[in-house]
């Protein structure tokens, strides 16, 4: 075997695995801490949520909206990411 073959099919899937729940954890506290959603060109949520309290003056509605959208986004990815998880444990 070569190197690059050696590196393609035997160490690099056995690093992939290894690092995947680390990198996914950080991909999700990332989206937590800095709204990553603003990266891909879409406002980001709590900006928009007190925008949105400055022209309805309700407080807490557009809070709680910013709060379920990012507990969706985050949601989903840690049920994908556990989901990648235990497909690639399946292939161990």
Known sequence: MSHGMTLRYIILPQAFRNMLPAIGNEFIIIIKDSSLVSMIGIAEIIFTARAVQGVTFQP?????????????ITFTLANLLTWLERRLSISR
């Open 60 to 72: 807490l509605a557009p809070l709680l909206v910013a709060a379920a959208l990012y507990f969706i």
